[in-house]
């Protein structure tokens, strides 16, 4: 189990990346936090997390070339420790860093995440700029054979010196400063370079040090199913997948990855399945035309059941602001979040290629879910023997109502089991 109580159940909140990718500022970010306290808040939702780029100078005005300008400008204090752009981010100024913005998201009753990337700035180490707490210079701690293949911005450290150790440490004493309560860290869940273990370990460290109770988020995936227990030492959360997107083979894969994943999340540590593509979204990507996320409403209801029952953390990727009544309903289904934050035991009983059942328990209420997936592309019945899920050990039903959450009905087993059509791609999750 993971050596702290930070997220004891999966965390819940809004992540910037699929609406803004690397451009979002101050002013979008203190909306969508103000949308979340008013809306979201009272079913659960708390976490505004910054994503990727937060630091780098005229980010986004190469687009249509890159997605990440190479080599660019990057905010950096005199330590090698990157830091807020303040012309996105005016409160930063003055090494103020993200402390008012920070202040701001808490006095609404939320919290506060920032994406990193591993490693240290390259331009940190080009320009053998200073290191805190030792007389070694960013230079000599980065190693320029360990780069990330997609992002320009940092090179590995050395991980094995202790000075690793301490430049981690360094960032966290800053991001404490802050008032920082999340970090997702990416390049380093799927562990595509050598060090990527060791620097997981050292950012769990660095977190334990600062005595701040910061939750540590790890991506990109697929992580590693062999270390399972290396991740649920060392970090709260951890990428099961790459970049999931609104997608149907994307979502029908999920299937599977969970399959993998189940019966490793226990309180504090849970198997990621990346952020809800619900809304609007995409509005600066591509042609930096927004859209509504392709997902039927269906697909949507069985996206967020599948997150829901396996207990997968939920990362709301659409812009707030814009969020349709419809996609708002199926953020605050009660019933939902209920499972989400109470299932345990979880378990996929059976999946083909038209069809998955999963079941979970809520010890606490001393109530079942049950969750029939259609993944054929037309509508058909589903059906749930009740002989492997007495099996599983999970909740038997002995009798009382049943009642199937998205649609507010009641329901029947039948003689042996239940059974019930399902529409193309969709779901019927069942409370007893």
């Known amino acids: 189990m993971n050596k702290n109580t930070f997220c004891p159940t999966p965390p819940m909140g809004w992540n910037s990346y699929d609406y803004y990718n690397t451009e979002v500022n101050e002013a979008q970010v203190r909306a969508n936090a103000e949308y979340m306290a008013a809306h979201l808040k009272e079913a659960g939702w708390e976490y505004i997390v910054i994503d990727i780029e937060w630091y780098a100078v005229s980010a986004g005005s190469e687009s ?7 080599f660019g400008e990057l905010m950096m204090d005199e330590y090698s420790r990157l830091i807020p752009d303040p012309v996105r981010f005016p409160s930063s100024a003055d090494g103020k860093g993200f402390g008012p913005l920070a202040d701001y998201i808490h006095s609404l009753g939320l919290k506060f995440g920032i994406h990193i990337m591993r490693g240290i700035p390259r331009n940190a180490a080009h320009n053998h700029m200073a290191l805190m707490g030792t007389d070694m210079r960013a230079d000599r701690l980065a190693d320029p054979s360990n780069i990330c293949s997609w992002n320009p911005d940092m090179y590995g450290l050395r991980a094995n010196l202790p000075e ?6 360094s960032i966290m004493e800053l991001y404490t400063s802050w008032g920082v309560d999340f970090i997702k860290c990416d390049d380093i869940c799927r562990e595509d370079a050598a060090t990527a273990h060791k620097e997981i370990e050292l ?34 959360m951890w990428r099961i997948t790459d970049d999931f997107w609104d997608s149907w083979p994307l979502l029908k894969d999920m299937f599977r990855r969970c399959e993998l994943w189940q019966g490793k999340a226990e309180p504090g540590c849970w198997p990621d399945c990346d952020m809800l593509p619900i809304g609007i979204i995409g509005g600066c990507f591509g042609e930096r035309i927004e859209r509504r996320s392709t997902f039927t409403d269906d697909e949507l209801r069985t996206m967020m059941s599948l997150w829901a029952i396996f207990g997968s953390p939920l990362m709301i990727g659409g812009e707030l602001t814009k969020m349709d009544p419809v996609s708002l309903a199926f953020l605050t289904n009660r019933d939902l979040l209920r499972m989400h934050k109470n299932g345990r035991y979880a378990v996929q009983i059976e999946r083909t290629d038209d069809h998955a059942i999963w079941m979970s328990r809520d010890p606490e209420e001393d109530t079942g879910y049950i969750a029939l997936f259609n993944l054929a592309d037309e509508e058909r019945a589903v059906h749930l023997w009740t002989g492997p899920a007495a099996d599983r050990g999970l909740k038997p039903y002995n009798g009382g109502p049943i009642r199937e959450i998205w649609t507010d009905t009641a329901a029947a087993f039948s003689t042996g089991g239940l059974a019930c059509l399902v529409p193309a791609h969709g779901v019927r999750v069942f409370l007893y």
């Open 203 to 236: 950012l769990h460290n660095a977190i334990l040090a600062c005595g701040r109770p910061i939750v540590l988020s790890l991506s990109p995936g697929p992580a590693k199913i062999s270390e399972a227990a290396y991740y649920a030492e060392n970090a709260n």
């Open 64 to 70: 249509e070339k890159f997605q990440y300008i190479p």
């Open 164 to 169: 690793a150790q301490l430049y981690y440490n």
